[in-house]
């Protein structure tokens, strides 16, 4: 029988369900079942699941340009959960995997760190943790926060992820790993303090248009933070000098390189705000993420 043939009588039998649910329900007044009401829901998402399928498939059909529009339409995040929701998203798993990976690469860099996909299989997928970022204070919140949030965005539909290259931490200690089945051992005595609240993400509309090479500041839940662009990837730190405490805002950016305009210090921002001395003290970086043409911070409650 031909395809099309078969999707119209589909069509028929879903509205026909529809329209008798309906009824029922008119006719049952006030004392609906509530399993009537989850048929007619189940019946109405069946239909809407149905005809998305449609919608998508005949874009496909279209060749480059329905490839692109498809794509670009799953990237609204109402359409993209409608077709998540009925397993329709036209961008593989992988690929979103991959995509959210790279949007926060920029702050793992930052770091002096990276991250890979190592596999997904069945829903699960395992990455790594590389460079400074595998053991520094900042693995965690990047972890928690940044990798976390992006995936969550992009790829909802993850079941779980593993990661390699994260040092445990205590009271802001990294414990040295133990074989595998056996507790670390230490040889201090270690409180245990209750973790921290998760910190939350706040929107910088003054990011949105800097240009490369320039810096704006911006107070943040309390925070006075410096956000720069250094060759087109966006930086956050406190607005504080490591050396002398003062504020950053009126130094001179120059490739990458913030001069303090009190100290004259210099830290290298794509370096995770390193001074460029042997002293080895550092800005206080602060996660930022890029998306749907949004720029975020995350800071402490």
Known sequence: MDATVLAGEESERL????QELQERLESAGES???????????GVVEMYGA????????LLAGGTDGERLAAELAEDPLVATLLLIHDLHPVPLEDRV???LESVRPYMESHGGDVELLSLQDGVARISLRGSCSDCSASSVTLELAIKQALEEIAPDLDALEVEGVAPQISGLALPMADAGQ????????VMSPPPQPPAWFEVQAAMSLRDGSMVTATIAGSDL???NVAGTLLAY?????????????????????????????FFLPRAGRSMDQERIQ????????????VKVALAP
């Open 15 to 18: 509205l026909a369900r529809v």
């Open 32 to 42: 609906v079942s509530r399993d009537l009401a989850q048929e007619l829901v189940s």
């Open 51 to 58: 005809g998305l399928e449609r919608i998508l498939a005949s």
């Open 98 to 100: 991959r995509s959210a």
């Open 183 to 190: 507790p670390p051992q230490l040889g201090l005595s270690v």
């Open 226 to 228: 410096l956000i720069a």
């Open 238 to 266: 406190r607005d504080t000098c490591a050396a002398c405490g003062g504020t950053l805002h009126d130094g001179e950016l120059l490739e990458g390189a913030l001069a303090c305009p009190h100290c004259g210090r210099s």
């Open 283 to 294: 800005l206080d970086p602060v996660p930022l993420l890029r998306e749907l043409g949004s």
